[in-house]
């Protein structure tokens, strides 16, 4: 048992996708030389990461350690890593799908140290969700759904957050500085409407709310919610979801004392006025609050997975095949997202 919570927390960290950026942003994070608030420990394949490094001419040693282990000294230009073998050999920017198994085999290992008490959080460079598909795995959309079924619950809520809105509520914070939580998150379009029951409403806005109190210390939120079709329904004219669904949704949940504005327009919900004292939005889907969010920040925001038994963050963006392998991907998110899970389990959990 190698965690610390009361000194560093000790992050386990996935490195995603190996024809991706993010073997190459966990290795510039570890020699950056600049401090993070967690023990790093990587998982992944040790000659992978040690031919990306020499590659970029990164320079930091891999020290391959037990699964659950730590070093006993943890050493600036030493990254520890929990080996999982590839399935085949990678190379950047060309997926191979047999390595699916490889990547959620890293996510298997990470979870399993989060449960077991040997990491105190887990933080996931991103994975291809196709490649991992065409490898069989058929059922995988993401890491969000992953963890909610490795975990045992029935529903998680995807929330992403600029860097400014990570850390509680902070007086006088910028305009930029959001939260935004999704109702629904892979799933086509043409099957959202059907997802947006007042049942999966209900528990999303349940967890919304107690996880703002217990991860950023937000003691009443004020949640905003985006209706679903344009213009809110426009009272009927243009969808009934409003009517039938959020709106007596939300008026149920008000009784019992959350405090909740909505459903309204979600073209102009994004504007000053609206986010002014909200702690967070919910989006009906993905495209509905992504763009905004990643418009506010892209790069140096994190993923957060509201409603696990553990930590996790993740970064805001994804694979970028198109840059993999050339050492100028952007690493801004990946040490946000590490020092949100620091400060997450530092919280408690
Ligand atoms: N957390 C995760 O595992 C996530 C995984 N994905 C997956 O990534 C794959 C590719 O998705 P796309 O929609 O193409 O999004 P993407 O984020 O990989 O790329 C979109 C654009 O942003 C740029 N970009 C991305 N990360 C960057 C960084 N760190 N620094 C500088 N520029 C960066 C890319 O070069 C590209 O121009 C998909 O399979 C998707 O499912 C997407 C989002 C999150
Ligand atoms: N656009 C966010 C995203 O796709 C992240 O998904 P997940 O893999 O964290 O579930």
């Known amino acids: 048992m190698t965690s610390s919570i009361s000194n560093t927390p000790m992050v386990a960290l996935t490195t995603g996708e190996p ?29 992978m990461l040690a031919e990306r490094a020499e590659r970029l001419g990164l320079g ?18 030493v990254l520890p890593v929990w080996p999982v073998a590839l399935r085949v050999p990678s190379h950047p920017g060309v997926l191979e799908p047999a390595n699916g198994a490889y990547v959620l ?36 959309t993401g890491h969000t759904e992953y963890l909610r079924d490795a975990c045992g619950v029935d529903e998680v809520v995807m929330m992403l957050a600029t860097d400014a809105a990570l850390h509680g509520r902070v007086a006088g914070e910028p305009r930029c500085a959001l939260r935004v939580a999704l109702a629904t998150t892979h799933l086509p379009l043409r099957e959202v409407a ?36 344009p213009h809110a329904g426009e009272d009927g004219h243009l969808g009934r979801e409003e009517l039938e669904i959020i709106t007596p949704t939300l008026a149920r949940l008000r009784e019992q004392g959350l405090d909740l504005e909505g459903p309204l327009p979600a ?31 892209f790069g140096s925001g994190a993923n957060i997975t509201l409603g696990l038994p553990i930590v996790r963050t993740s970064v805001d963006h994804g694979t970028a095949l198109d840059l993999a392998g050339k050492g100028i991907a952007d690493p801004g998110s990946l040490r946000v997202a590490v020092a949100l899970a620091a400060e997450m389990a530092r919280r408690g959990g």
């Open 194 to 229: 059907d997802a947006i029951t007042a049942t999966r409403l209900e528990r999303v806005l349940r967890i919304l709310d107690g996880d703002l109190r217990r991860h950023f210390g937000i003691d009443a939120p004020h949640i905003v919610v985006c209706g679903l079709n």
């Open 105 to 140: 085999e890293t996510l298997d290992v990470a979870i399993a140290a989060c449960r077991d008490g040997h990491a105190d959080a887990m933080v996931t460079a991103p994975v291809h969700k196709g490649a991992i598909i065409d490898g069989g795995h058929i059922g995988f």
């Open 60 to 77: 930091i040693e891999i020290e391959v350690s037990a699964p659950g282990r730590m070093p006993r000294d943890p050493r600036p230009g």
């Open 267 to 297: 073209d102009t919900l994004f504007t000053p006025r609206h986010l002014e004292g909200a702690d967070a939005v919910l989006a009906m889907y993905h495209d509905q609050g992504l763009p905004v969010l990643k418009y506010a920040g």
């Open 19 to 47: 024809a991706g950026v993010g073997p190459e942003l966990t290795l510039m994070l570890a020699s950056s030389g600049k401090p993070l608030p967690a023990t790093l420990v990587a998982i992944g394949d040790p000659g």
